[in-house]
Nanobody
């Protein structure tokens, strides 16, 4: 069955960096778009970044453009999110999600499997 397991979250000071990973199994990872979403307490889940199946197309939320880079290693079945210059407002649970097709999408209904999430806390 499809499994998505996030890791790499933690507590970081403002201005710091983190790299999140999502280990995927149970499907042909190289054939599907993937994404990172996040959800802060009391807020709706929002897209952070998405990437096409081959990695050639990406899309980012305006709030993270220039500070985050999404990538996928199809040989390792792993999705990454490198985050720099972290802000307190980046505090949230971060989820990876498997796309229904190969194109990246901003819409949650275009993703059919979700991981359990990893907590990112940005605080001094």
């Amino acid at each position: 069955q499809v499994q998505l397991v996030e890791s790499g979250g933690g507590l970081v000071q403002p201005g710091g960096s983190l790299r999140l990973s999502c280990a995927a199994s149970g499907f042909t990872f190289s054939s599907y778009a993937m994404s990172w979403y996040r959800q802060a307490p009391g807020k709706e889940r929002e897209l952070v970044a998405a990437i096409s199946s081959g990695g050639g197309r990406t899309t980012y939320a305006d709030s993270v453009k220039g500070r985050c880079t999404i990538s996928k290693d199809n040989a390792k079945n792993t999705l990454y999110l490198q985050m720099h210059s972290l802000k307190t407002e980046d505090t949230a649970v971060y989820f990876c999600a498997k796309g229904k097709g190969w194109l990246p999408s901003r819409y949650p209904f275009d993703y059919d499997y979700w991981g359990q999430g990893t907590q990112v806390t940005v605080s001094s």
